[in-house]
């Protein structure tokens, strides 16, 4: 069973960076051919797909974000890290990481709400 667990800041403030990690249990984030994204839902909206990092390693970014997201993992520790530079607090959301594979995103982490704020 794999299993996605956010950690990071709750309260980060404005024009400073985001900084999320997702730890990876039960499988391994190099294994063909699996996609891992980061996703978010800010108060009353919908999902929004921010990017994702490929079991080769490369990257993917949705192109609102692209200028201010960067996706990196660490394999020995099967983590995956989210940054976002200058955030604001349209940036407040609850953030999940996930994986993805042919048939969609199938495993999810709880998610973790970060609120922008000064």
């Known amino acids: 069973q794999v299993q996605l667990q956010e950690s990071g800041p709750g309260l980060v403030k404005p024009s400073q960076t985001l900084s999320l990690t997702c730890t990876v249990s039960g499988g391994s984030i190099t294994t063909n051919y699996y996609y891992w994204s980061w996703i978010r839902q800010p108060p009353g909206k919908g999902l929004e797909w921010m990017g994702a990092?490929?079991?080769?390693?490369?990257?993917y970014y949705s192109p609102s974000l692209k200028s201010r997201t960067s996706i990196s993992r660490d394999t020995s520790k099967n983590q995956f890290t989210l940054q976002l530079s200058s955030v604001t607090p349209e940036d407040t959301a609850v953030y999940y990481c996930?994986?993805?594979?042919?048939?969609?995103?199938?495993?999810w982490g709880k998610g973790t709400l970060v609120t922008v704020s000064s």
């Open positions: 990092i490929a079991y080769s390693g490369s990257t």
């Open positions: 996930a994986r993805a594979g042919w048939d969609g995103m199938d495993y």
